[in-house]
């Protein structure tokens, strides 16, 4: 028998009220019997309850997370490939608020349950063991408390919290499916009590003046990000993302964006003597151009260039009008979108803009709105300057016919999503407010804009350089 086996077993008050002796034994419930340490198989159990409960928590965290962060388009797809339990996912998510009641009781219980037993469970057995250890006892029950609080802490913590909720950031949709089931069935069994919170929850929503329901909303921002990820783990490929761009690009234009500028449009002038159309349409590299008579204003049909030829060459009467077909007029405030919808449907793939006041802007065609999506294509700007070149210095030398949605995204910048300018030389000349000089520049956005050449009236190139660099100008 140990040497101080026959002194004193008087009961100390431990945690929820347990005694335990101030020796290293300790004395059966049920016969009063002093037992040395280690504890009895009551004590593993314990032990075994206390990790059960964490776990229990673990998967009320893993339900909740995976519920509520699982795409709804991803779990509509999985329940129409009859996925087992995507439609219990899907109604939970489309009802957060009772499913988050539910959980949130079952792990409030857990935490009330846990705190309170596993000091009353452990503590003694753990002081016990620092006494027969030779630890006095005035230093062992305070230090078995705190090791018992720290230990169940930790391992609520990390297997109760971190993990499961890391697992469910991972396969949300995967396991929501698995899920959610069983927690439809625990929001069921528990309904009155979750009536009441839910009902508590949206009273106080109401009182701070939110509207209970819930707003799924997804910014362009997000989409690009989300693209981004997707290039970047092997998804997506780098051509497939620059294309998913040029189409977002595309939706937040007008047709303005898009469209060939009035400078830039070859057409027909039916005043024009009959040697100068010829020579036009010999010349021309497009196979269709619009025509009208006297002023671009007056542009209203269209014609393909190889029909006039063939008729050139098969020596019949050469009748312009005769092949002309009548093109869609739309205003410069469609937007592009909504520009290939009318293309879709016209008689020839070509829309004429004009502005409010009736003046020919520009035109559009199909292959301006592959542009917009795709990028220039080399072989239409032979013998052009680039949209953009990058420069030794790290400097972009970029054309101010760059629709200025391009520019933004090349150099990192962001734009106002309101403004009245669809190029790069618009840009400019919002900022500056008269029509610049060679070697005018503004800073703006963390960057430094400044006009290298003008063509005519128009600003024809910008050197964008990061502010505080010193760019070496282009000769």
């Not at 009220?17 to 300790?26: E, L, P």
């Not at 009155?192 to 997804?218: C, I, N």
């Not at 300057?385 to 520019?407: C, Y």
Request: proline letters at 6%.
């Amino acid at each position: 028998m140990h040497p101080i086996a026959n002194k004193s077993a008087a009961g100390v008050p431990f945690a929820g009220g347990r005694d335990f002796a101030v020796v290293s034994h300790r004395r059966s419930a049920e016969s009063g019997i002093a037992r040395e340490y280690p504890p009895d198989a009551g004590a593993v159990a314990d032990i075994i309850i206390i990790l059960a409960l964490i776990l229990l928590n673990g998967l009320f965290a893993l339900s909740e997370l995976a519920v509520v962060s699982a795409r709804r388009q991803r779990l509509r797809a999985m329940a129409a490939e009859g996925r087992r339990g995507a439609q219990s996912a899907l109604a939970l998510a489309d009802s957060p608020s009772r499913f988050l009641s539910a959980v949130q009781i079952g792990i409030t219980c857990i935490g009330i349950v846990n705190g309170a037993y596993s000091g009353e469970a452990v503590g003694p057995d753990v002081a016990a063991w620092l006494q027969q250890m030779g630890m006095p006892a005035d230093w062992a029950r305070p230090l078995a408390f705190g090791a018992v609080v720290a230990a169940i802490t930790y391992l609520s913590v990390v297997i109760g919290e971190l993990v499961p909720k890391t697992l469910a950031l991972r396969n949300a949709e995967v396991i929501a499916c698995t899920v959610a089931p069983a927690m439809a069935l625990l929001a069921r069994a528990g309904a009155p009590v979750v009536w009441l919170l839910d009902y508590s929850t949206r009273l106080f929503l109401r009182l701070l003046g939110q509207s209970a329901e819930r707003r799924s909303t997804v910014t362009d921002e997000e989409i690009r990000e989300l693209i981004a990820e997707a290039e970047r783990t092997g998804i997506v490929e780098a051509g497939e993302q620059s294309m998913i761009a040029g189409v977002m690009r595309l939706a937040d234009r007008s047709v303005v964006g898009a469209m060939t500028p009035r400078a830039d449009v070859h057409w027909i002038d039916l005043s024009s003597g009959e040697g100068a159309i010829r020579n036009l349409l010999i010349a021309t590299p497009h196979s269709r151009l619009p025509v009208g008579r006297g002023s671009p204003d007056s542009l209203d049909g269209v014609v393909q260039t190889r029909e006039l030829l063939s008729a050139m060459l098969a020596g019949r009467p050469f009748d312009v009008e005769r092949y002309m077909r009548r093109a869609p007029v739309i205003p410069d405030i469609m937007d592009a979108l909504d520009a290939i919808t009318v293309l879709r449907e016209s008689e020839v793939p070509m829309a004429l803009i004009h502005d409010e006041y009736g003046h020919f802007e520009g035109l559009v065609t199909p292959a301006d709105i592959l542009e917009a999506i795709t990028g220039v294509f080399r072989s239409d700007i032979e013998g052009e300057r680039p949209h953009a070149t990058e420069r030794d210095d790290g400097s972009w030398l970029i054309s101010g016919a760059m629709p200025v949605d391009e520019m933004a995204a090349l150099l990192g910048i962001v734009l106002p999503a309101q403004r009245n300018y669809q190029t790069v030389a618009g840009f400019m000349l919002v900022h500056l407010q008269h029509m610049p000089d060679p070697g005018e520049w503004i800073e703006t956005l963390g960057w430094r804009f400044e006009v290298i050449d003008l063509d005519g009236r128009r600003i024809d190139a910008v050197l964008a350089s990061r502010r505080g660099a010193l760019p070496h100008r282009p000769s």
